[in-house]
């Protein structure tokens, strides 16, 4: 008991500048609350003689340390920045698409206030919120009517329910896929009250077995676009356009879930990707072609390769997307102001031609790789200079997130000479910002690509900080 003695009073810390301080930026009461904690820990560290704090000022210091080190710690949010450089380019587990200044700034300025979210200005009426991206929707689609849901999964959920529940959905056995994270496409009918109708086989499905399975019990035709796996060999699926015409035939609404949210190559200029970006983008579904084709409704991602915040559109023809905006999930589902202003904002970048140059995931697909080449030797070059071991190598990015399954695109690595690779993995996971790479070959790489050029000289010092400290 004796050896505690030397601990300082609460009321003497707690009238500590230092600890002041902690009150001024925590809150008196936390800080009160993780005082008493680290008194106690000390005390009972001091009786069973696990520490040497022999004087009162040594006690003190150490119990402002640990107090300084335990606010910082839990107050620090779980949600954090951290810098990409695995080169996967819609990362769902790092938040997807990173948003355009553009979309901020939208995103700012109606968060900040009060809106016209439900207010229309010339009456003084209440007015609905979905008309806010119909015009953006229709110039980006070329659909005559849109809205946003909280996510495509929820969007082609709201769908069903509204056209075709309690009737059956013609599906090919060839698009019963799970995009991942529960989204299965079976569940997602069956959550919206409509039955599954099965045609055709795994491999190949014709326009006559969709044709075969119509009956006064079908409510609409469903294409899934298997967007996160390829099947080569002997495969077949009509066209869009032909199951288009087929719909029409039978009056039935044909949906596609197209999932991407891929707009197409001609809202950029020509020169806008490099000839390999191009070939890749140009492999992959878009939404205006869908449209085009005949599609009644489509519904697909914001935040993959459109590049926005967190959305489900669903575009299409206006007196079903009535339909949807009238139905009771319609409000569960619905998406908040900050988002609409986010959305309008990224699709007028595509509508306006400056996509490939603002919007970051599309600016990432359109880098010409000796633009990624020439930061990745600057890096490499900074970082032997400073004594870590490193090179350069082609490598690979990838670009994720359910679309282009499979797809790549040329890349430099910057590739780190260390031994237990996964270790350093972890180490630089866990700096000030965490740096998440990835190991190619059992050497930790990381590829530029998915990384903003001002943060390079922040992957400097985070990797510099890890490999200069002693190892475990
Ligand atoms: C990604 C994807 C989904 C799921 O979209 P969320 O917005 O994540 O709900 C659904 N369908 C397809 C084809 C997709 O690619």
Redesign the pocket.
């Known amino acids: 008991m004796s050896r505690a003695r030397v601990i300082p009073a609460v009321d003497h810390l707690l009238g500590l500048p230092a600890v002041q301080a902690l009150a001024a930026a925590h809150g008196p009461r936390r800080v009160r609350q993780a005082l008493d904690e680290e008194v106690d820990r000390l005390r009972a560290a001091l009786v069973a003689g696990q520490t040497d704090a022999a004087t009162r000022e040594s006690a003190g210091a150490l119990i402002v340390e640990r107090l300084q080190h335990h606010l910082g710690e839990t107050s620090e949010s779980s949600l954090r920045p951290v810098i990409n450089a695995t080169g996967v380019i819609i990362h769902t587990n790092l938040g997807r698409a990173p948003l355009s200044p553009e979309a901020l700034d939208a995103m700012r300025r109606v968060g900040a206030g009060y809106s016209t979210l439900e207010f229309d200005l010339a009456t003084g009426q209440r007015g609905a919120r979905h008309q806010h991206l119909t015009t953006a929707l229709r110039e980006a689609t070329g659909a005559e009517a849109g809205v946003a849901t909280n996510?495509?999964?929820?969007g082609?959920t709201l769908t069903l329910a509204a056209i075709a529940a309690g009737r059956e959905v013609i599906l090919s056995r060839g698009e019963l896929v799970e995009?991942g994270g529960g989204?299965r496409i079976p569940e997602i009918l069956q959550g919206s009250g409509a039955r599954l109708r099965e045609v055709g086989t795994t491999n190949r499905t014709r326009v006559a077995d969709y044709g075969a399975a119509i009956s006064e019990r079908t409510g609409a035709i469903l294409r899934?676009?298997p967007?996160?796996f390829r099947m080569e060999g002997f495969t077949e699926r009509p066209a869009l356009a032909e199951l288009a015409a087929l719909a029409r035939r039978f009056s039935l609404p044909l949906i596609e879930?197209?999932?991407?949210g891929w707009l197409g190559l001609d809202l950029f200029a020509t020169h806008a990707f490099p000839a390999e970006a191009r070939l890749l983008l140009a492999r992959e579904p878009a939404v205006r072609d869908s449209i085009r084709d005949g599609a009644d409704l489509v519904a697909f991602?914001a935040?993959?390769l459109l590049g926005g915040p967190?959305a489900?559109l669903v575009v299409g023809r206006a007196d079903l997307i009535a339909r949807l905006g009238r139905h009771p999930l319609m409000r569960a589902v619905r998406v908040d102001k900050i988002t609409y202003a986010g959305l309008e904002a990224t699709l007028r970048a595509f509508t306006s031609g400056r996509a490939a140059e603002t919007v970051p995931v599309v600016r990432m697909l359109a880098l010409p790789l000796d633009a990624i080449a020439r930061r990745a030797t600057r890096l490499a070059d900074l970082l032997r200079a400073s004594g870590v071991e490193c090179d350069t190598a082609a490598g690979l990015s990838t670009i994720g997130?359910?679309?282009l399954p499979g797809e790549t695109l040329s890349t430099r690595l910057v590739r780190l000479d260390t031994g237990a690779p996964d270790r350093v993995l972890a180490a630089l996971r866990a700096g000030r910002p965490p740096l998440i790479a990835r190991i190619v070959d059992d050497r930790v790489c990381l590829d530029l690509r998915t990384v903003p050029e001002v943060d390079d000289d922040v992957v400097v010092r985070a990797v510099r900080d890890v490999m200069s400290a002693p190892r475990p």
């Open positions: 996510n495509t999964a929820a082609l995009i989204f899934v676009h967007s996160n879930d197209q999932g991407s991602s935040d993959k967190q489900g997130g359910g679309s």
